[in-house]
């Protein structure tokens, strides 16, 4: 399973707002550019351990992952 941060909060000024989600090495490239959130590197850090801790030693992966987010 490929493991996904939270890279942006999208917020609007009416109605729902909405959020965008990358993979792990696609989310650790955006988080170098001058657009990335300032707590996009600990989201990242919290979604990579999150993902080593629920990898089974037979199959690889477990299920989905719940990651804390700092907006």
């Not at 707002?17 to 850090?45: D, F, H, M, N, Q």
Request: proline share 8%; charged share 20%.
């Amino acid at each position: 399973m490929t493991q996904r941060a939270l890279i942006a909060i999208i917020e609007t000024g009416s109605g729902a707002g909405g959020s965008a989600y990358a993979c792990l090495p696609c989310a650790r490239e955006y988080a170098k550019t001058p657009l990335a959130p300032e707590w996009l590197p600990e989201v990242i850090e919290e979604a990579q351990e999150a993902h080593e801790a629920q990898e089974g030693p037979e199959d690889g992966g477990g299920g989905g992952v719940v990651v804390r987010i700092h907006p």
